[in-house]
Structure formats: structure tokens, C-alpha cells
């Protein structure tokens, strides 16, 4: 059996079956966490995400395919990859009436600066919601619509894909309320794992949450000043660490710039807004299987968890 992580450290189940994919609103989700075979932390943030890169290059014995968005996750693990030599394909995925433009420009121009090799594929998304959506959506029972075509994505890979998801995020649960100090919490939710659930159950290695590898790396971006900070409300003004990433990873590499967090949908058509054929097929999703489960934590629990 594939485990997506470090020796299995982060495992799910569905009705106490390992790895398996939900099937109906009453699956009932677990996350399963065990770090008898996952070494002690070692270092800073920035050591960690060497860390992790580097037990991902020893942990696999295929090629490395990254999917790079423009965002600053898949940012990051192009860089990283980059500084420590690890080979890689890196593919773009282009839609039409440039819908994704921003994302894809983003993505070129990182690519670029940094002198890696890539390929843009052009994707049909409507075609694809039209035709194979629903296909998909079976095979996987993805709870997401926006991650379907992502799945899709992964057909067109040959080796190892890897995605820039399950990045340390941070959310301040009274919002936009700074009257009195607010808990803040992290996600370790169904939804961030489908990827990985659809190849896992394909028999197909990956490291679509390659944030998620190593708890270290978690471990480490937690203790950062800047989360410390965050989390216990001496940052007037934040709501969540979203806009702190720039501000982090710059430490590391001084030439990243600042990206807004993208829907994928900036096109001159939707301008950020889901388009209709992928909120009908949403719908449709949580009909059939809900919305999927969410944990969220708070620092004192994530620290007991691992």
C-alpha cells in the first residue's frame, strides 16, 4: 500500500477502513496520526523545508512531476527543489479564454526566473465539467468541484506527481473582531487530502500534500516569531496567515514577490467568481457525499497531536 507521507506519520480511514475513499454523507472520516518511525526535529523553518525535500528525494526511487500554479505553495516547492539539485518536470496547465491568465503568467515568470524547464498544457475546463466532471468525481468522490480538474491533471502525468497543497494555514476564528484576544485554528481537513485519496487509491505514489510529508516541517512553521505572533493576536489587523507567506518565505528567498490568493478564475469572463457549470456540479457533489469532515485545532492541541 502507498503512504502519501513520511512512513504513514498522517493516515486516514473511512468507517475504520485505511485509505479508503468516502462513499455516502454517513462515511464517517478519521485522521490517523503515528510518529514511532518520523525523526525528532532538527531545525529552523527554512532547514525543515530542506528536510523535507530531501526525505522525499530518498523516500522515492521514481521522477518528481510538480504541478505549478503560480501560487506561492507550488512556488516554494519549485525553490526548493531548485536550491538542493532535486530533478523535476514542472507542467503548467493553461484554460481557455484565459480564465486562469494570472495564475499562468505567475507560473511562466517564476519558472523563468528561475531558469527551470517547463510545459504549458492547455486544459479545456468547461468541455472537461461537461464531459468527464462527473466521471471523475465517481472514481474519486472528491468533495471539492474546483479539485476535480486538478485530479484531471494528474492523467497527463507519467511520473510522481506532487502538488503544493496542505501548506500550514492559520485562521482567526473572530475574524475581523479585534475587541477581545480570539483563538486561533489549524486545518487538518478531509478536503485538503484529495488528491491524494484519488492516486492512493489508483495504486499511483504521490505527494500531492507535500506540506503534510513531514510533521517537522508543521512542527517548524509553527514555532516561526511571525506565527507566534499571529496566533496569540499581537499582529492588529490579520484574520489569518494567508498574507504572512510572502513575508516568511522572503527570508529565505529575497525575490519572491507577494501574491493575493487566487480562485484560479481571474479570467475577463468570471473575474475570481466560480463559473456556473462548476457551482451546478458542487452542488451535485454534496448531494451525493456532503461536504466532508473538518478538524480544527488550536495550538495547544496541534502541539499534543505531534
Request: charged share 25%.
Amino acid at each position: 500500500m502507498n503512504k502519501p507521507t513520511l512512513n504513514g506519520w498522517l493516515s486516514w480511514s473511512y468507517n475504520s477502513i485505511p485509505y479508503g475513499l468516502r462513499n455516502s454523507k454517513e462515511d464517517i472520516y478519521k485522521l490517523h496520526i503515528d510518529l514511532s518511525n518520523v525523526p525528532a526535529n532538527t531545525g529552523t523553518y527554512h532547514a525543515e523545508l530542506y528536510n523535507n525535500a530531501t526525505m522525499m528525494r530518498d523516500y522515492y526511487t521514481g521522477q518528481f512531476d510538480v504541478l505549478l500554479s503560480g501560487g506561492i505553495d507550488s512556488e516554494i516547492v519549485v525553490r526548493t527543489f531548485k536550491d538542493l539539485k532535486i530533478h523535476h518536470n514542472t507542467y503548467i496547465f493553461k484554460f481557455e479564454n484565459n480564465i486562469n491568465h494570472r495564475d499562468v503568467s505567475s507560473a511562466i515568470e517564476i519558472a523563468e526566473g528561475l531558469n527551470i524547464p517547463y510545459k504549458v498544457i492547455d486544459f479545456n475546463l468547461e468541455k472537461f465539467f461537461e464531459q468527464e466532471a462527473y466521471d471523475i468525481f465517481q472514481k474519486s468522490k472528491c468533495i471539492r468541484a474546483g479539485r476535480l480538474p486538478h485530479l484531471k491533471f494528474l492523467d497527463y502525468l507519467d511520473n510522481i506527481p506532487i502538488m503544493g497543497e496542505a501548506e500550514p494555514y492559520w485562521y482567526r476564528e473572530l475574524g475581523d473582531d479585534y475587541t477581545q484576544k480570539s483563538v486561533w485554528t489549524f486545518p487538518l481537513n478531509e478536503s485538503n487530502h484529495n488528491a491524494s485519496m484519488y492516486l492512493d487509491s489508483l495504486g499511483r505514489e504521490n505527494i500531492c500534500d507535500w506540506y503534510e510529508f513531514n510533521p517537522n516541517l508543521i512542527r517548524a512553521f509553527n514555532e516561526l516569531p511571525i506565527i507566534q505572533d499571529l496566533i496569540n493576536d499581537r499582529t492588529p489587523g490579520k484574520r489569518s496567515s494567508w498574507t504572512s507567506r510572502s513575508i516568511i518565505h522572503k527570508s529565505i528567498w529575497p525575490d519572491i514577490t507577494h501574491k493575493h490568493k487566487l480562485t484560479g478564475y481571474e479570467g475577463s469572463n468570471f473575474t475570481g467568481v466560480y463559473p456556473e457549470y462548476l457551482v451546478k456540479m458542487q452542488d451535485f457533489m454534496t448531494s451525493q457525499i456532503g461536504s466532508g469532515t473538518e478538524y480544527w485545532y488550536t495550538y495547544d492541541e496541534l502541539t499534543k497531536l505531534f
